[in-house]
């Protein structure tokens, strides 16, 4: 979505443009693009498709001798990693690419003395050195932004597909209403990508909820936001222009909240808007690793109360959990597997994810890992980098023991993967997306292993 609304500004803004979106999905990025054979190709990238990502910017400019521009939030937090590629934007891109696009049609190229005057880029001088341009200044007014035009999209994404979170094969769409996030999470980079938190106003939301709902049909609609639930008065009112306009008996809707956030009131407002699923980051058991993560705001009870709540008001639950951080002990680790077993004793509609500790450029946990020795500014190989580990998970304090912490981050992963199979998750991966399934087998052969294991112990207990 990120491409598809840099894509449409360029297109409102740019007459003589003419723009694809070429979909890792559904096309051969390479093959694509030389038959597209574009003047110029951009490539959103975040860490950990990094390394791929310059791959393909190599591909390009030997194919087709054409500058490749790539975004994201990797070279917005580390700008120094501009590799194979020609520019680097920094941040929200929309206006960005709209100057270079205009510096392109007027010299067919890019010019070092237009460059050093465009805000919010990183480019190579000459002599190799790179140019770091002053940060361009945020969009001001959200609602001032073309709604994305979705026609970019590949007509696939537009399908009815099993949606595990509903229990149900539906039609389904992200909406961004707000940029950025009001905390300042040790582990999360957005904070920094976004600089700081803004919103669309309700009307402009109702009106994009309106336009996804009638003109794509899409029956199911996730606020992408970071945090959506973060302004109540604001939520209230895009509550009633759902309900004024008859959207909450087209479409259900999910979104992603904050356990210290969360109570009746809010619950209530949700409901109206007809929210079937919530997620929450609830990172840890560990009230001492949980203040840090979070900077103090939320605690353990907080997490426990969302999950009572969820279940009191009907809605399916997501949550993730976070292992291997820095200063945490075995027993801080063992801490969260307590919880997450909690969790589903108080909510049997909810699934939990756990993830390795990964530090991303720019953030507090990335600092720490750099003075480890885990992590370097001109890293090689960025898909080391990787929230999905779980053979070779990144162990960021060399106090703990490697064999005792993968034999506990194992049993993290043993405890979250029978939540999923009590919730039929397995079984509808198997009969909804087969390939993938078969796929996610042949690769991770000792992680099948695990849930065939935790599928037996359900059908026993």
């Keep these: ?85 020609d520019l680097g934007v920094i941040g929200e891109g929309e206006e960005t690419m709209l100057e270079l696009m205009r510096i392109f049609e007027r010299h067919n190229r890019f010019p070092k003395e237009e460059l050093i005057k465009t805000d919010g880029i990183v480019f190579k001088e000459d002599d190799g050195r790179l140019n770091i341009t002053k940060r361009r200044k945020l969009i001001e007014s959200l609602d001032s932004i073309p709604f994305p035009d979705r026609s970019f999209l590949n007509k696939k994404h537009f399908e009815p597909k099993w949606r595990p979170i509903l229990q149900e094969k539906t039609g389904h769409m992200d909406i961004l209403t707000s940029r950025g996030c009001p905390y300042r999470c040790v582990f999360c980079s957005t904070s920094l990508f976004w600089q700081r938190y803004r919103f669309r106003s309700p009307e402009n939301v109702c009106e994009e909820i309106k336009q996804v709902v009638d003109n794509y049909k899409i029956r199911n609609i996730t606020f992408g936001d970071d945090l959506f639930t973060v302004d109540k008065e604001r939520l209230k009112k895009i509550a009633a222009l759902i309900e004024q306009n008859g959207l909450n008996e087209k479409a259900t809707f999910g979104c992603m909240s904050r356990a210290n956030l969360f109570d009746d009131e809010l619950c209530q407002i949700l409901k109206r808007m007809n929210v079937k699923y919530l997620n929450f980051g ?129 049993e993290a992963r043993a405890v979250s993967d029978s939540i999923k199979v009590g919730n039929k998750w397995i079984k509808n991966r198997i009969r909804y997306y087969p390939l993938q399934t078969i796929k996610s087998v042949l690769t991770n052969p000792r992680r099948t292993a695990g849930l065939l294991r935790q599928i037996a112990v359900s059908k026993i207990k």
């Design 282 to 410: 609830f990172e840890s058991g560990s009230e001492r690793v949980l203040k840090f993560l979070k900077t103090g705001n939320v605690t353990v009870e907080d997490n426990n109360r969302a999950v009572m709540l969820c279940k009191k008001y009907g809605f399916r639950t997501t949550g993730s959990f976070i292992i291997g951080n820095p200063y945490e002990t075995i027993e801080d680790m063992k801490q969260t597997i307590e919880l997450m077993k909690t969790m589903k004793k108080l909510n049997g509609d909810i699934d939990i994810w756990t993830y390795v500790m990964t530090p991303f450029p720019g953030t507090e946990i990335w600092e720490i890992a750099k003075k480890r020795g885990k992590v370097s500014d001109d890293m090689k190989d960025w898909g080391e980098i990787n929230i999905w580990s779980s053979e070779y998970p990144m162990l960021l304090d060399d106090t703990i023991d490697r064999n005792e912490f993968k034999k506990t981050f194992a």
């Design 1 to 85: 979505m990120g491409l598809v609304y840099i894509a449409t500004y360029l297109k409102k803004f740019m007459d003589s443009i003419d723009i694809r979106i070429i979909d890792a999905n559904y096309d051969n990025l390479l093959e694509t693009t030389k038959n597209f054979n574009p003047d110029i190709a951009g490539i959103s990238s975040m860490t950990i498709d990094y390394t791929n990502s310059m791959a393909l910017a190599s591909e390009i400019k030997k194919a087709l001798n054409i500058p490749v521009i790539v975004g994201g939030v990797h070279i917005s937090t580390l700008p120094s990693c501009l590799g194979d590629f």
